[in-house]
């Protein structure tokens, strides 16, 4: 069982940036894909960011592109989403997510049910 930590969210203005850490507990980050996906209240949780096991690629949602990263950095264990520019549709609570396979691409790493473990979410609210 890998349990995620999360941690970074709060709240922010429009525009300010924010960024997010997910680390596995008991488990190499590299041995994972990550994700990081979002659930704004009354809507269903929707994906953000991913990149592959090998962290060769990477994929985006058109409405982050250009504006959020995620990485990981191995040392330290733990994946990241850097949030820039952000914008009031931006609110959601935010979460991680670990997935076994070694697919390598947006169809596959851009839909909930890929993932096998998921965090307990981040809060991230930005206001005007």
């Known amino acids: 069982q890998v349990q995620l930590v999360e941690s970074g969210g709060g709240l922010v203005q429009a525009g300010d940036s924010l960024t997010l850490s997910c680390a596995p507990s008991g488990r190499t980050v590299s041995g994972y894909a990550m994700g990081w996906f979002r659930q704004a209240p009354g809507k269903e949780r929707e994906f953000v960011a991913a990149f592959s096991r090998s962290a060769y690629s990477t994929y985006y949602a058109d409405s982050v592109k250009g504006r959020f990263t995620i990485s990981r950095v191995i040392a330290k264990n733990t994946a990241y989403l850097q949030m820039n520019s952000l914008k009031l549709e931006d609110t959601a609570v935010y979460y991680c997510?670990?997935?076994?396979?070694?697919?390598?691409?947006?169809?596959?790493?851009?839909?909930?049910?890929?993932?096998?473990?998921w965090g307990q979410g981040t809060q991230v609210t930005v206001s005007s």
């Open positions: 997510a670990a997935a076994t396979t070694y697919s390598e691409n947006y169809a596959s790493l851009s839909r909930l049910n890929v993932y096998d473990y």
